[in-house]
């Protein structure tokens, strides 16, 4: 009873951690984990999920377990590929070692894209918005160079610094000082659509998105929780922009 217990718990966090780190919204990742422990047979299954951690317990007579998360990315596939297995199992279709297999090959299976895709695919993204914000056609190509080479460097200083806000404060810098001097050389026309449309791979569109959704599901903590995380991302792009402007 008391190693089948343990398996099941550990299913449970295991599945609640992949998705907590890979983007999933806090209430979401609490009634996964209740519906797995239900499904083994533990209706009384309680948790207590945050940003940076998992509490979590099968039943009162049962141990309380504590899962840390230090880092958080953004993979939508990994959370729906646990969503996926939470609904086998409640189908009876898993058993208690195929869904920990399952869980930990998708805990293991690196980044879905190659960092060169995200790069490429970041600069598109910055010229693209450079067009939806009613940028020239002139600008795209320096908005794709200024949003590949900025999302380079976030990945860079955050390797090296290991905080986030500043990676995004200097990624942020980086980005407006190539955007003056494309402008200043006459590469560029427009150094505010440019600046614009290549900070957009860095805002945190999904943070404030799952920020409101916690808030309004009642998960105040973490809605407040994400929502200062955004903040702060906001503060920091906005910040190495401005620093440009003021050196420039």
Same mark, same amino acid.
Request: proline residues 2%; aromatic residues 10%.
């Given at each position: *009873?008391?190693?089948?217990?343990?398996?099941?718990?550990?299913?449970?966090?295991?599945?609640? /951690?992949? *998705?907590?780190?890979?983007?999933?919204?806090?209430?979401?990742?609490?009634?996964?984990?209740?519906?797995?422990?239900?499904?083994?047979?533990?209706?009384?299954?309680?948790?207590?999920?945050?940003?940076?951690?998992?509490?979590?317990?099968?039943?009162?007579?049962?141990?309380?377990?504590?899962?840390?998360?230090?880092?958080?990315?953004?993979?939508?596939?990994?959370?729906?590929?646990?969503?996926?297995?939470?609904? #086998?199992?409640?189908?009876?279709?898993?058993?208690?070692?195929?869904? $920990?297999?399952?869980?930990?090959?998708?805990?293991?299976?690196?980044?879905?894209?190659?960092?060169?895709?995200?790069?490429?695919?970041?600069?598109?993204?910055?010229?693209?918005?450079?067009? *939806?914000?009613?940028?020239?056609?002139?600008?795209?190509?320096?908005?794709?160079?200024?949003?590949? $080479?900025?999302?380079?460097?976030?990945?860079?200083?955050?390797?090296?610094? /290991?905080? #986030?806000?500043?990676?995004?404060?200097?990624?942020?810098?980086?980005?407006?000082?190539?955007?003056?001097?494309?402008?200043?050389?006459?590469?560029?026309? #427009? *150094?505010?659509? $440019?600046?614009?449309?290549?900070?957009?791979?860095?805002?945190?569109?999904?943070? $404030?998105?799952?920020?409101?959704?916690?808030?309004?599901?009642?998960?105040?903590?973490?809605?407040?929780?994400?929502?200062?995380?955004?903040?702060?991302?906001?503060?920091?792009?906005?910040?190495?922009?401005?620093?440009?402007?003021?050196?420039?």
């Amino acid at each position: *009873m008391t190693v089948s217990s343990t398996k099941i718990s550990d299913i449970c966090l295991i599945a609640g /951690k992949i *998705m907590l780190v890979n983007g999933g919204e806090t209430y979401r990742v609490e009634d996964t984990m209740s519906r797995i422990a239900k499904a083994f047979g533990y209706a009384n299954a309680h948790s207590f999920v945050t940003p940076t951690g998992i509490i979590f317990s099968l039943e009162d007579s049962e141990a309380t377990k504590f899962v840390r998360i230090s880092e958080r990315t953004v993979n939508l596939e990994k959370v729906t590929l646990v969503n996926s297995i939470s609904r #086998q199992i409640a189908e009876g279709t898993l058993s208690v070692e195929e869904a $920990i297999q399952h869980l930990d090959e998708i805990d293991n299976t690196p980044h879905s894209y190659s960092i060169s895709l995200r790069i490429i695919a970041s600069g598109l993204v910055s010229a693209c918005f450079l067009i *939806m914000f009613l940028g020239q056609w002139k600008d795209f190509v320096p908005a794709f160079i200024a949003g590949s $080479i900025g999302f380079t460097c976030f990945i860079y200083f955050h390797k090296v610094i /290991k905080i #986030q806000f500043f990676a995004e404060f200097l990624a942020s810098f980086v980005i407006g000082t190539l955007a003056y001097w494309m402008v200043h050389l006459g590469v560029g026309a #427009q *150094m505010d659509k $440019i600046i614009i449309g290549s900070v957009m791979p860095l805002v945190p569109g999904l943070l $404030i998105t799952n920020a409101v959704r916690d808030l309004m599901a009642g998960h105040l903590v973490s809605g407040l929780s994400k929502g200062a995380e955004a903040f702060l991302t906001a503060f920091a792009i906005g910040s190495g922009v401005a620093v440009v402007f003021t050196i420039y």
